[in-house]
């Protein structure tokens, strides 16, 4: 029954042309270091995230028949919620750069879920996604990482309609998330990297809300609505603090200088930044209780 379900369902296109992608840097990133570690943390990061999207989703507001594009979709648990909302007479197209993460997305439709939502692997910035035809553009955190975001959002309005709606989840500045930014600070004090440039691709290129609305502006979006939305997050319950840090060491920018090290000094920097998380530990007696960080994003909603 999957087995003839998955033999009707239009192929994923995994595969994007050579030179397709205007952003060869993240496309490496995502399908080669991010996307199979994410895959393999995705219960996690999706603790992490779902709220977030959730409350997007909340602003978002898509309706029974309605065309939604959802950007940068990862392994696509929000394209399955975008498709229960709008309904069997509605369509979800997943864009993503990452094979990996797509295969994931499409594994979750294998079993029958969910028949109105397509995946596709295509740069967001540059890919040909329509003209006009989309009713709303989603995204929980996959609208961060454009080389050139006035043409990723100029990209995301053309395809929407003349009445269409973009509405995405992006990072608050490091200092309003410690749960990323503690590990990556420490991490870039022992292997000596340097802080990117604010407005460089990656999760914090649209921390600061002005920069969000002069981006939308010069996208020709209009109405840009900018809420804050925080969380405590549970992070790590179960595991040594050590092994959490090692997950966020090996996706965070100290990813060369960490694996490069041997497993000893690996060990002693796990133990030292285990050892400045401390005061976040849920329950100082219990190694595996966790972690409770601050995270907060931004939830920005914007009109054609
Ligand atoms: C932080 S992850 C978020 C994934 C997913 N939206 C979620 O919330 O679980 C960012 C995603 O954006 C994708 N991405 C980054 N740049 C992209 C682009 N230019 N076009 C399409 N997808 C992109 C990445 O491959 C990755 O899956």
């Not at 392994?75 to 094979?99: I, M």
Request: proline share 6%; with cysteine.
């Amino acid at each position: 029954m999957v087995g003839e379900y998955i033999a009707r369902r239009p192929i994923v296109t995994i595969n994007m042309p050579a030179g397709a992608s205007a952003n060869e840097e993240q496309e490496r990133f995502w399908n080669d270091v991010a996307g199979p570690l994410w895959v393999a943390a995705e219960v996690d990061i999706e603790c992490h995230t779902g709220p977030f999207g959730d409350v997007a989703l909340a602003v978002a507001l898509p309706a029974n028949g309605e065309a939604v594009l959802d950007v940068g979709c990862g392994c696509g648990s929000t394209a399955v919620a975008l498709a229960e909302a709008v309904g069997a007479g509605g369509t979800v197209l997943g864009v993503d750069l990452s094979a990996a993460m797509l295969a994931r997305a499409e594994e979750r439709l294998a079993a029958g879920e969910a028949p109105q939502v397509r995946f596709r692997r295509a740069d967001a910035q540059s890919a040909d996604l329509g003209s006009g035809s989309v009713d709303l553009a989603f995204s929980r955190f996959g609208v961060m990482f454009f080389s050139d975001p006035v043409a990723g959002f100029a990209n995301l309005r053309r395809a929407l309609r003349s009445d269409g709606r973009m509405v995405f989840a992006c990072w608050q500045a490091p200092s309003a998330n410690p749960w990323m930014a503690v590990v990556n600070r420490a991490a870039a004090r022992i292997f000596g990297v340097d802080p990117p440039p604010h407005d460089a691709p990656g999760p914090f290129s649209l921390a600061d809300p002005e920069r969000i609305r002069a981006v939308l502006d010069a996208a020709a979006f209009r109405t840009v609505e900018i809420t804050a939305h925080q969380e405590r997050l549970r992070l790590g319950v179960g595991q040594a603090v050590e092994d959490w840090v090692h997950q966020r060491l090996i996706m965070g920018p100290a990813r060369p200088g960490y694996l490069g090290a041997d497993p000893a000094r690996q060990s002693e920097v796990r133990a030292t930044i285990a050892e400045a998380l401390a005061g976040y530990r849920v329950d100082a007696d219990d190694p595996m209780s966790g972690l409770a960080m601050d995270a907060a994003a931004w939830i920005v909603a914007a009109r054609t």
